[in-house]
């Protein structure tokens, strides 16, 4: 079956440190990859996303580049800040035998910033 | 609205008691999910619909699992005779099309359900 491997935390890193989350998966198909962020309080919002191999997903600085000879899905921002203290989840999206695409997560990382 | 919401945020019950939870996805949505996200790991499938149809049910733990949408927006999950192990936060997504492969699904804020 599909999974997802994500690196695990605690992440602490000090304002303006260089972020890496290392994701792998394992699909049967062609999943689209997802990185979805949980503030503190708030629900999962998607952060960016990836349908097909050597796609690139952006958004508010950072980006992960879906690597489909290495199976990952890494996660990266060239200079965090203390508003991106949050739970980073990696997650696939598959079309299950039912029809219906379902996503299936990592474990999350906790990722906390120093001012 | 705006987002999807999610009723109650926090319930707690005690072991034997039947719960409900409550979604309300966007408006329009055709697709819904229900996840459960149990302490220190991410979200599990539960269930799908699309419209009033549950067309998925591989994700539910056990028959005293059920959840339903009759009218196609509100989705209700219903866990009888709770157990220890169904302490989780319960999530539910809303999304426009599930069967494209492609479409973004929309959280809600979750239920944290803590059974004594």
């Known amino acids: 079956g599909n999974s997802v491997t994500q690196m695990e935390g605690p992440v602490t890193l000090s304002e303006e440190a260089f972020l890496t989350i290392n994701c792998t998966y394992t699909a049967t198909g062609y999943p689209s990859l997802f990185w979805y962020v949980q503030y503190p309080g708030e629900g999962l919002q998607l952060l960016l996303k990836a349908t097909k191999a050597d796609d690139k997903g952006s958004n508010k600085g950072f980006e992960a580049t879906y690597r489909k000879e290495t199976t990952s899905f890494h996660l990266e921002k060239g200079s965090v800040q203390v508003s991106d203290s949050a739970v980073y989840f990696c997650a696939l999206s598959d079309v299950s035998n039912f029809g219906n695409e379902k996503l299936t997560f990592g474990t999350g990382t906790r990722l906390t910033i120093i001012p | 609205g705006a987002g999807v919401s999610q009723s109650p945020r926090y319930k707690v019950a005690k072991r034997g008691q039947d719960v409900a939870l409550r979604c309300d996805p966007i408006s329009g949505h055709v697709s819904l999910f229900w996840y459960q996200q149990a302490l220190g790991q991410g979200p599990e499938f539960l269930t799908y619909f699309q419209n009033e149809a549950q067309l998925d049910k591989s994700g539910l733990p056990s028959d005293r699992f059920f959840a339903e949408r009759p009218e196609g927006s509100v989705s209700t999950l219903k866990i009888q005779r709770t157990q220890q192990e169904d302490s989780a936060v319960y999530l539910c997504?809303?999304?426009?099309?599930?069967?494209?492969?492609?479409?973004?699904?929309?959280f809600g804020p979750g239920t944290r359900l803590t059974v004594l």
């Open positions: 997504a809303s999304s426009s099309d599930a069967t494209s492969g492609r479409n973004e699904q929309f």
